[in-house]
Nanobody, 116 residues
Framework: QLKLVESGGGLVQPGGSLKLSCAASGPNFSRYTIRWYRQAPGKERELVASIGTYGGITNYGDSVKGRFTISRDNEKNTVTLQMNNLKSEDTAKYFC?????????WGQGTQVIVSA
């Protein structure tokens, strides 16, 4: 079983940057694809980015392409989401996810607020 803990959220002005981290504990971290989701009040959960087991394959949601970068360090059991040129519409709670639909692992989330 994998335990995920997100950190790094906060308040930032439009155009600013934040780096989110997802720290994992549990066996076989390197075998999991890790995903970042976000959910804003009143909106559906949105897949932001994902990274394959050894970091070779990354995918991004259309709304964040060119601004966000996902990376992982399997020795430190962490996944990082670097968010640049933040916009007000990026305001949401960001969650780290792994596993399958039948057995998903979720963190508690970290709040990101983009506001002047």
């Amino acid at each position: 079983q994998l335990k995920l803990v997100e950190s790094g959220g906060g308040l930032v002005q439009p155009g600013g940057s934040l780096k989110l981290s997802c720290a994992a504990s549990g066996p076989n971290f390197s075998r999991y694809t890790i995903r970042w989701y976000r959910q804003a009040p009143g909106k559906e959960r949105e897949l932001v980015a994902s990274i394959g087991t050894y970091g070779g394959i990354t995918n991004y949601g259309d709304s964040v392409k060119g601004r966000f970068t996902i990376s992982r360090d399997n020795e430190k059991n962490t996944v990082t989401l670097q968010m640049n040129n933040l916009k007000s519409e990026d305001t949401a709670k960001y969650f780290c996810n792994a596993g399958t639909r039948a057995e998903p692992y979720w963190g508690q989330g970290t709040q990101v607020i983009v506001s002047a």
